[in-house]
């Protein structure tokens, strides 16, 4: 979905391949650290360059979690304001000077954004997520290393963290989208209390997951599976397989 000029699936998708890589880059150092040493002397570089360069990766998907965060609040701003799309030249000078393209740089700190969400478009608005949440303290001291690393040039962020970062923007994402959507408060009033309902009774069956993974998955797709083969050959000329798995 893009929102403005904000393609929400490409940058997401883009920002989830520099966590794959650096994840990658950061278990290939612990685990085989002497394939270093070999780049090292066949790029006649040396192995301190190597792993700093390594290093400054790890600093990019910091920046790109919090640019991801904050361009996506800021055109979902220009978004739902029309911005550039409209001929009222009065409410495009408005918003021009107000939230200029090259200024306006919004705070998306957790509970900022709910505020200012609630405050300037939705009267009432509340996250389905509370900031009381793991997840969320995890994402918004990403927000402090990445002042920190941008005003001092001090990076203190632990790579283990950043797999939480990447499910609350996901999280937050979703929630812009279906602001976007137009969807009303009372159908997103109803949809968050059905997500609270199913929490609730997840928590009651800690196990649900569990048994389902190791039981009830594999003979589904056993299932899947031997139907798909059946149908290929009872019924190879009225069949394709793409559509039998849509069938299925």
């Known amino acids: ?25 950061k278990n290939s150092r612990a685990e085989d650290i002497a394939q270093y040493r070999i780049l090292a002397e066949n790029t006649e ?15 990019s998907l910091l920046i790109e979690c919090y640019t991801f965060a904050e361009q996506l ?3 979902f701003y220009y978004e739902l304001l029309d911005f550039e799309r ?13 939230i200029p393209r090259d200024k306006f740089s919004p705070d998306v700190f ?31 001291e990403m927000i402090k290393s990445r002042h ?3 005003h001092s040039g001090v990076y203190d962020f632990d790579f283990n963290n950043f797999e939480d970062v990447v499910k609350v923007l996901d999280y937050i994402r979703f929630e812009l989208e279906l602001i976007t959507n137009k969807w009303n408060n009372a159908n ?18 800690p196990d649900v997951e ?25 019924h190879q000329t009225a069949y394709t397989e793409d559509t039998i798995k849509e069938m299925l």
């Not at 570089?45 to 600093?59: M, S």
């Not at 589904?220 to 031997?226: A, F, P, V």
Request: proline residues 2%.
């Open 73 to 75: 609040f800021k055109n």
């Open 110 to 140: 957790f509970a900022n954004i709910e505020g200012s969400i609630r405050s300037h478009i939705l009267h009432g608005f509340k996250f389905i997520l509370k900031d009381q949440n793991h997840e969320i303290k995890v994402y918004d």
């Open 188 to 205: 997103r009033d109803e949809f968050g209390k059905d997500i609270k309902d199913l929490v609730r009774l997840l928590n009651k069956c």
């Open 1 to 25: 979905m893009e929102i403005f000029e904000f393609d929400c699936d490409v940058r997401f998708e883009a920002l989830l391949d520099i966590y794959s890589q650096v994840k990658k880059i």
């Open 45 to 59: 570089l040396d192995l301190p360059t190597i792993l700093n360069c390594c290093d400054n990766y790890e600093r």
């Open 148 to 150: 920190r690393y941008a």
């Open 86 to 98: 409209n001929n009222n030249k009065y409410l495009r000078l408005f918003i021009q000077r107000k």
């Open 210 to 234: 569990e048994k389902y993974i190791k039981n009830i998955r594999p003979k589904l797709k056993c299932i899947k599976s031997e139907s798909i083969a059946f149908l290929k050959s009872e």
